[in-house]
């Protein structure tokens, strides 16, 4: 049973310094455990799973920077699925790895250029594909970098390899 209140939910601003509080499940050793919301000392606000004190599973954090992660976690580091919203406006989709892009991504810039790479601990390598913003046409990136035009025919078979189906579309949504 969710016993958090609908107030937990939303972002608030950044906490005074050492101000933590949590409202959630506690197991029987009173570590958060299950669903909760966490103001962090350092001014993250955390809403979703825990297990033993770590964010773990699905749950959403805003950090004072103003950036925002929504996705999964694994002993209190973002891990698995996820989608970032970094200050800037640019938007990651794809894996994490202890709190790394590790894996297949789509990075969405605001200018809207889509990049779909692969990530080792937070950097490009191999091939990739960058669409632009109208995504009628793409370059072949090695290690991030621009090498050369390609067909869009190439471009989404490449992306394909990497396990996304189709041309990234929009920016997705927070």
Known sequence: ????????????????????????????????????AMNYSNGCRYVGQFLHDKRHGFGKCWYPNGCIYVGYWVNGKRDGLGKMLYLSGDIYEGEWMGDQRHGVGVYY???????VCRYDRHDVVGE??????????ANRLVDGRC???????????LCALMGIKSVPTRMPQF
């Open 1 to 36: 049973q969710d016993n958090i209140p609908k107030s937990a939910y939303r972002p608030i601003l950044p906490n005074s310094a050492n101000d933590e509080s949590y409202v959630g499940q506690r197991n029987s050793l009173g570590q958060r455990y299950g669903k909760g």
């Open 109 to 115: 810039c605001t200018d809207g250029v889509a990049e």
């Open 128 to 137: 990739g594909v960058q669409f632009s913003p109208c995504r009628s046409m």
């Open 147 to 157: 090498v050369s035009r390609m067909s869009l025919e190439k471009a989404l078979g």
